[in-house]
């Protein structure tokens, strides 16, 4: 696996295997790599014969400085599974190489209602600094397709909405999300649970199966109603449970969504200071 850190050296790599006719996949991350990150180079692996990988925490997506501070750097073990997972090329840049100009000043990207409800809500910015990281590697690595989780309902939404917005030449591949023998969706943050609520956890999974189960038979408001109230008395602080229908790319709240829409149930919760997100698709597809 070649390791890259410098925006140039990797672009110049990148070029000579676009000579030669080669497909490029890209998995951008944070790092802290578990299985479901490793699940989007194996799908990139299978599409494209090139798979970059880039670790890069990104610090203008942070709304809560603490998170950032807190969030958990493991590369020496990532290289060994990139490399394991056969990623041919990392792109590991420091903050320098990725915001030149500083981190404060940017330019704004228009994502409409999309970037102020739900995770928007409660992470003021966060979206404004994923679509101004994800510009940056997209403008750098060129890739063909790019691999994203649907772990991250949301994010996904606002980068389809960048791809179109800026009208870039790549194709969004959203991945399934992988889970824990008991539900919980793989996450990096996970290992900062203790033992009594890593358990705990796997409530959001019974949750969202329960959600799944009664829909189409309970209105939505009354089943989002109910999951808060659950999370609750299991000990979480949960932020949101929505059940969501996607129109035109943005996102509505309808009890009776008609068929031919993809609807989804999102969640956010705490738990022992961690915040979790999940999600599953009811009905359609992202
Ligand atoms: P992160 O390192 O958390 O920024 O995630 C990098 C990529 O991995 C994003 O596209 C995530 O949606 C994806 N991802 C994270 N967790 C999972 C999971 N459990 N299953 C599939 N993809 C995931």
Same mark, same amino acid.
């Given at each position: 696996?070649? $390791? ?13 295997? =676009?000579? =030669? ?28 014969? @090139? ?14 400085? =603490? ?63 994923? *679509?101004?990281?994800?510009?940056? $590697? ?20 606002? @980068? ?16 399934p999300t ?24 796997t409530d ?63 969640l956010a ?14 009905? *359609?597809? $992202?």
């Open positions: 696996m070649y $390791l890259f850190k410098r925006r140039n050296d990797l672009r110049h790599h990148l070029e000579q295997a =676009k000579l =030669k006719g080669q497909t490029i996949g890209f998995v951008p991350t944070m790092g802290a790599l578990h299985d479901g990150h490793l699940s989007l180079v194996a799908a990139a692996k299978e599409k494209c014969d @090139i798979v970059v990988c880039s670790i890069f925490v990104n610090p203008t997506q942070f709304n809560d400085p =603490k998170d950032f501070e807190k969030y958990p750097i493991t590369i020496e073990q990532d290289i060994v599974k990139l490399t394991d997972a056969g990623t041919d090329v990392l792109f590991l840049p420091s903050v320098a190489e990725m915001y030149p100009e500083g981190l404060a000043s940017g330019k704004h990207y228009d994502f409409g209602n999309l970037e102020k409800v739900l995770e928007g809500e409660f992470r003021a910015g966060h979206f404004q600094g994923v *679509g101004r990281v994800v510009h940056k $590697l997209l403008d750098i690595v060129m890739p063909h397709q790019l691999f994203m989780g649907q772990k991250d309902f949301q994010q996904c939404l606002i @980068i389809k909405e960048l791809i179109h917005l800026l009208a870039l030449p790549v194709q969004l591949v959203v991945c992988r889970r824990e023998a008991d539900g919980l969706a793989m996450s990096s943050r996970n290992v900062r649970l203790n033992a009594a609520h890593r358990q705990q956890a959001i999974f019974k949750v969202l199966t329960a959600i799944r189960d009664q829909f189409g038979k309970v209105p939505n408001s009354t089943l989002s109603k109910e999951a808060m109230t659950q999370l609750k008395k299991d000990g979480f602080e949960p932020e949101y449970v929505e059940i969501i229908t996607l129109r035109n790319g943005q996102v509505t709240r309808e009890d009776a969504p008609s068929a031919d829409k993809t609807v989804a149930v999102v919760a705490w738990l022992g200071g961690v915040r979790l997100i999940d999600n599953m698709i009811l009905q *359609g597809q $992202l």
